[in-house]
């Protein structure tokens, strides 16, 4: 098998003083990608950058994103402007605590060689993917398949994409209320499928403290008006994005029987 692998566009986003990522990014990669290059991330702004939508937040999820997730929304967003820029064919991207598993290139390479028009492949590990509605789009080497989501676990440690995706994805993060990777498993903005590779094949080192700090995750105390809605428009929220991630779910899996 030609191992194309080898010469894949890589980029790997991390701070310059995270050595240690670095270092284990590079162990890694040994000998499976000579091409790789570490992106810089964005520094966390000192304010709410002018994209953001604060009000559309907070009416869904009682709470503004940390300027820790703006930080990670515009490390992403500038590579994937990299990649447009540039004009890649396809590309990796991971965050630099990322852990590559066993099948990570064998199904890369039968990825790049697939007949099936993916734009992008988030390498995905939660285990909450096993009880997930999904279906094969196709099969690899090994047992491994490429596999379509109905619903979108988190996490945008590892993925692979197009420079068709790129553009789409790019397109959808014209504005920011949610993190980046909530804005890659919602179909309905980027036209893009929610697509994995199972078993699977990356996942991140937990050793390592988040980049993006646990303030996302502390709940706010919520006031007035807020303490009434929230409930209601959060429940819209989630019924809404469901129905519209099955829809796009369906009407993939007709489009390809």
Not at 22 to 34: P, S, Y
Not at 215 to 227: A, T
Request: charged share 25%; with cysteine; net charge positive.
């Amino acid at each position: 098998m030609t191992h194309l692998l080898k010469k894949l566009p890589t980029f790997i986003i991390t701070m310059p003083n995270e050595t240690d990522r670095q270092n284990n990014a590079k162990k890694q990669l040994k000998g499976l990608c000579d091409n790789f290059e570490f992106f810089f991330a964005s520094k966390k702004p000192n304010k709410t950058p002018s994209s953001y939508i604060g009000w559309k937040r907070r009416f869904y999820f009682g709470k503004d994103l940390t300027l820790g997730e703006f930080g990670c929304f515009n490390s992403h967003k500038s590579v994937l402007e990299k990649i447009v820029v540039k004009k890649l064919p396809r590309a990796l991207v991971f965050e630099d605590d990322f852990i590559l598993l066993d099948g990570f290139k064998e199904s890369i390479n039968n990825l790049m060689k697939c007949s099936y028009k993916w734009e992008l492949v988030r390498l995905l590990s939660k285990p909450k993917l096993n009880k997930r509605m999904k279906k094969s789009v196709a099969h690899f080497d090994g047992n491994y398949k490429l596999v379509r989501l109905a619903t979108a676990p988190g996490g945008a440690y590892a993925y692979i994409i197009t420079l068709k995706g790129a553009k789409k994805l790019l397109k959808a993060m014209d504005s920011i209320w949610c993190p980046v990777d909530t804005v890659m498993g919602q179909p309905w903005r980027t036209g893009l499928e929610i697509l994995t590779v199972m078993p699977p094949i990356a996942t991140w080192d937990q050793s390592f403290e988040s980049a993006i700090g646990d303030g996302r995750f502390k709940k706010r105390k919520l006031l007035g008006w807020r303490k009434i809605i929230l409930p209601f428009s959060r429940f819209c929220f989630k019924v809404f994005d469901g129905l519209y991630r099955k829809y796009f779910y369906f009407k993939n899996y007709l489009k390809s029987k």
